[in-house]
């Protein structure tokens, strides 16, 4: 009972967190199968993968040092950053390469890194609420875990793996070959770093003050972190302003289609209006930023042809949609 118990609290908020996630993306959806598939990397292959490479590494610290401490340590702050953010930051990685088409925006970034890392919190707060909650301290201590895991620390890994996703989003949307180059290492290094501070800093206080200066640092880069989102949404909202504006004075959509297209709630109401009103405003934001990356990277990745082809979707929908 006490593991279904964990594992409804492990993945239900993370559920919660990841629908949160996709309302965010205002102006150009990302595939729910995408995003389902990322989620579920982080779920087994990200999870699976960093519970055996940080215990093999753990046991090996131990066998060389013969310290506990040692290996706690050294796991902790150095081993399970770099390998958690690896595995997590690979789903990205994935959509960055294979489903290049999708990758839109810094803000498509931080969806994907932010989903795969919340699969990937999925598994591993069900892990500790079960082990370090449940085992240790009973129904207590599971509800405990739940409380910190969940509402405390909840955003910690989607906070780190986005500036992986950041890192990449900058790769996919500039020109300038070092920085196409240098970006994804940036930005890898930058979760890693946030990973293995957040992890150092409260436990060399120690005990529920260091759970609360970590938690207070934590809230402060969240807080940072949201800011960023908004202003990116923002900064979407322009490019849809700007790029679509010569579909509406040509004739392509109307001024009210056009305004409708700007609203930063369309996308949320518009599937109760019917599945060719949903998938026009989804033209409507994919052809905008296929316009943006027309003009900073040229006819990169066939950019022309999906343009004439979100045109031609657009010019078949636009008269059955008010």
Same mark, same amino acid.
């Given at each position: 009972?006490?593991?279904?118990?964990?594992?409804?609290?492990?993945?239900v908020?993370? *559920?919660?967190?990841?629908? *949160?996630?996709?309302?965010?993306?205002?102006?150009?959806?990302?595939?729910?199968?995408?995003?389902?598939?990322? @989620? *579920?990397?982080?779920?087994? %292959?990200?999870?699976?993968?960093a519970? %055996?490479?940080?215990?093999? @590494?753990g046991?090996?610290?131990?066998?060389?040092?013969?310290?506990?401490?040692?290996?706690?340590?050294?796991?902790?702050?150095?081993?399970?950053?770099?390998?958690?953010e690896?595995?997590?930051g690979?789903a990205?990685?994935?959509?960055?390469?294979?489903?290049? /088409?999708?990758?839109?925006?810094?803000?498509?970034?931080?969806?994907?890194?932010?989903?795969?890392?919340?699969?990937?919190?999925?598994?591993?707060?069900t892990?500790y609420?079960? #082990?370090?909650?449940?085992?240790?301290?009973?129904?207590?201590?599971?509800?405990?875990?739940?409380?910190?895991?969940?509402?405390?620390?909840?955003?910690q890994? &989607? +906070?780190?793996?986005? +500036?992986?996703?950041?890192?990449?989003?900058? !790769?996919?949307?500039? /020109?300038?070959?070092?920085? /196409? *180059?240098?970006? &994804?290492?940036?930005? $890898?290094?930058?979760?890693?770093?946030t990973?293995?501070?957040?992890?150092?800093?409260?436990?060399?206080?120690?005990?529920?003050?260091?759970?609360?200066?970590?938690?207070?640092?934590?809230?402060?880069?969240?807080?940072?972190m949201?800011g960023?989102?908004?202003?990116?949404?923002?900064?979407?909202?322009?490019?849809?302003?700007?790029?679509?504006?010569?579909?509406?004075?040509s004739?392509?959509?109307?001024?009210?289609?056009?305004?409708?297209?700007?609203? &930063?709630w369309?996308? !949320?109401?518009v599937?109760?209006?019917?599945?060719?009103?949903?998938?026009? $405003?989804?033209?409507?934001?994919?052809?905008?930023?296929?316009k943006?990356?027309?003009?900073?990277?040229?006819?990169?990745?066939?950019n022309t042809? %999906?343009?004439? !082809?979100?045109?031609?979707?657009?010019?078949?929908?636009? &008269?059955?949609? #008010?």
């Amino acid at each position: 009972m006490a593991l279904i118990v964990s594992l409804f609290f492990g993945f239900v908020p993370m *559920f919660f967190f990841a629908a *949160f996630v996709y309302w965010l993306d205002r102006y150009e959806k990302e595939p729910i199968i995408l995003l389902g598939a990322t @989620f *579920f990397w982080g779920v087994v %292959i990200a999870a699976g993968g960093a519970f %055996i490479i940080n215990t093999v @590494f753990g046991i090996g610290i131990y066998m060389f040092t013969g310290s506990e401490g040692a290996a706690e340590m050294g796991t902790t702050s150095v081993v399970a950053p770099i390998v958690e953010e690896f595995l997590k930051g690979f789903a990205v990685l994935i959509v960055f390469f294979l489903f290049r /088409k999708e990758f839109d925006s810094v803000l498509d970034g931080i969806i994907y890194a932010a989903i795969a890392a919340l699969g990937f919190a999925a598994t591993e707060n069900t892990l500790y609420i079960y #082990r370090n909650g449940y085992l240790d301290g009973g129904w207590q201590g599971l509800f405990l875990l739940t409380f910190i895991r969940v509402v405390v620390v909840g955003w910690q890994h &989607p +906070f780190y793996t986005a +500036f992986t996703g950041i890192g990449l989003a900058v !790769s996919r949307t500039n /020109k300038n070959a070092l920085v /196409k *180059f240098v970006a &994804p290492f940036i930005g $890898y290094g930058v979760a890693v770093a946030t990973h293995a501070f957040h992890n150092t800093f409260g436990g060399l206080i120690g005990g529920l003050a260091g759970l609360a200066a970590g938690t207070f640092v934590d809230w402060i880069g969240w807080s940072f972190m949201i800011g960023f989102i908004v202003w990116m949404i923002v900064n979407e909202r322009n490019i849809v302003k700007q790029n679509l504006y010569s579909e509406m004075t040509s004739g392509l959509i109307s001024q009210t289609q056009y305004q409708k297209a700007l609203s &930063p709630w369309t996308m !949320s109401t518009v599937i109760f209006s019917g599945k060719s009103s949903a998938r026009f $405003y989804q033209v409507c934001g994919e052809l905008s930023h296929k316009k943006e990356q027309m003009r900073k990277l040229g006819n990169e990745s066939g950019n022309t042809a %999906i343009i004439e !082809s979100l045109r031609a979707e657009m010019t078949t929908l636009s &008269p059955q949609v #008010r």
